[in-house]
């Protein structure tokens, strides 16, 4: 019986074990023709951990090393999540131009309020896919923040805003003042202002317990600790560190206080400035109410406004300041050169207007954003769809960054690029607006930052002041050529040693 069985299932398989080599061939054909190029190399990854205990404290620094072994294009894993890294100017014109509809989604941390469904779609930064409302967001704030007619505008409140911040410093004299502070509360109230016709911090008080300026710097000290929902998206709902459901406390109380300034401006009416108010200019507060938008829509896009635009403009000022005091040649051409400016226009005095004419102030603002970008990464995109980038394959839903540090740094685009030198800007037309991509730090492409006209405005105007009414020491006559310059990666890459200086008024 088991003998004809057997000889059953040979009879049976008998034309297919035949024909076992010529399926073998159509399915290797196949196959051939329609494989995908390899997902990029990379570093191996650890079962489960993947690569995330080879990143450290400094991750722009350990993927700039991996960029120098596996190539401009390269690929790892953090926890579950498949990660590409581009650190090559190629491989940025790759990701942000070339591929820029396709990798122009947004990868979302988990601990972002953003990251709900709802406020996902009120979101002007962190929403997942360029859509509609995403356009139509970027149009509002485009004619209301970021237009020429809109900067022009707003001049005269960064002017005072400036001089206020020069009438506090005076109180200083001869104290340390903490450089990123001062900015920190400078750019913020000059933000403020241009959006809800208020100052929202006190330079005194900057650090002051409850406000709006110390739910910014909780939210981003968040934002800068590791959150093991990243790495393994199936963790997600359980939130096993705390961070979202803190996170979303912290913006409980964004609302409240944004609540109160919205609801005073509703009862007033829409787009009217009775008694007190009656000679306030228009405000972006007052173009989102006349637009119809809810209040949930106006406390997201403040938040998002206020925390992108002074964290990254903070930062670029004291490193800005740093390189200055560490280079005195550099410091002393600003100093003749903004002399010059100001002897052109005594009858004036110095005004945001003058800022084109200081040229190698802007170039070494320029060559501080290429050593010291505020953000090494950009923010990180998504793979809305599979791609093939430099010859590599990107699945869909794969994180994309772009390591611009390395790009800033890359020997290939730039002589000496470790050294602070503002003159390589004066021989070059390259510009930070999204062209010339080894000099991308506001982005480039859909993605790019909205915000780049009114930032470079009041970081170099806070810069020119800061240099125009006083002169600057270290403290303690510490030597500037030894003035520590080390890095601390966070949700912007700030100066890990605060910047103190001891300011002397010109009389």
């Known amino acids: ?65 991996f960029a120098k072994i596996h190539g401009p294009i390269f690929s790892l894993r953090l926890g579950t999540q498949l990660v590409v890294v581009g650190s090559s100017q190629a491989a940025a014109i790759a990701i942000l131009k070339t591929h820029d509809r396709i990798l122009s989604g947004r990868h979302v941390p988990h601990m972002a309020p953003s990251k709900s469904s709802e406020l996902n779609k009120l979101s002007l930064g962190w929403v997942v ?76 008080h900057e650090s ?20 093991i929902s990243d790495f393994y998206p199936l963790l997600g709902p359980l939130d096993l560190q705390g961070l979202r459901k803190k996170t979303m406390e912290l913006h409980r109380r964004s609302f409240n206080m944004c609540e109160a300034i919205i609801q005073e401006r509703r009862e007033g009416g829409e787009g009217k400035r009775d008694g007190p108010d009656a000679s306030r200019r228009r405000d972006f507060l007052d173009a989102l109410i006349l637009n119809g938008s809810s209040d949930d829509q106006i406390d997201i896009l403040l938040m998002e406004l ?13 490193w800005t300041m740093a390189e200055l005091i560490k280079n005195p040649r550099c410091l002393k051409k600003v100093q003749e050169e903004i002399a010059n400016v100001i002897n052109m226009n005594r009858d004036t005095g110095f005004k945001e207007s003058h800022l084109p004419q200081l040229t190698y102030l ?5 060559e501080t954003l290429r050593l010291h970008p505020p953000g090494p990464f950009l923010l990180p995109h998504r793979a809305i769809d599979s791609c093939q980038v430099m010859n590599y394959t990107i699945p869909k839903n794969t994180q994309v960054l772009v390591n611009y540090w390395a790009i800033g740094r890359d020997p290939k685009s730039w002589e000496e690029p470790v050294v602070f030198n503002p003159e390589r800007f004066l021989s070059s037309n390259l510009d930070f607006k999204g062209n010339d991509f080894e000099f991308i730090p506001f982005g480039s492409g859909r993605r790019i930052c909205p915000g780049l006209p009114m930032a470079a ?24 050529t030894d003035l520590d310059m080390s890095e601390n990666y966070g949700l912007t890459l700030r100066k890990e040693q605060p910047l103190l200086l001891v300011p002397t008024s010109k009389k």
């Open 362 to 366: 802007q170039a070494c603002v320029k």
């Open 306 to 318: 206020l925390s992108a635009g002074t964290d990254t403009s903070s930062s670029t000022i004291e």
């Open 457 to 480: 405005k009041h970081v170099a105007l806070i810069i020119a002041y800061l240099i125009l009414f006083f002169d600057w020491s270290l403290p303690c006559g510490k030597n500037p």
């Open 1 to 65: 019986m088991a003998q004809t069985s057997l000889t059953q299932a040979i009879d049976l398989f008998s034309p297919i074990l035949l024909l076992l080599p010529l399926l073998l061939l159509i399915v290797l054909k196949h196959f051939r023709h329609n494989s995908s190029p390899p997902f990029p190399p990379g570093p191996y990854p650890w079962p489960i951990l993947g690569n995330i205990l080879q990143l450290g404290d400094k991750p722009h620094i350990t993927l700039t090393h």
């Open 129 to 204: 896919e360029c859509n509609e409302r995403w356009r139509y967001l970027r149009t509002i704030c485009k004619s209301e923040l970021f237009s020429l007619k809109a900067l022009e505008s707003q001049a005269c409140i960064r002017e005072r805003k400036a001089k206020e911040m020069i009438g506090f410093i005076n109180k200083m004299e001869g104290k340390v003042v903490k450089i990123r502070e001062v900015a920190t509360a400078t750019v913020f109230n000059m933000l403020s202002n241009i959006l809800v016709s208020r100052d929202l911090v006190s330079l005194e």
């Open 208 to 227: 002051e317990d409850g406000g709006m300026s110390s739910v910014l710097k909780d939210i981003a000290r968040l934002a800068s600790t590791p959150n």
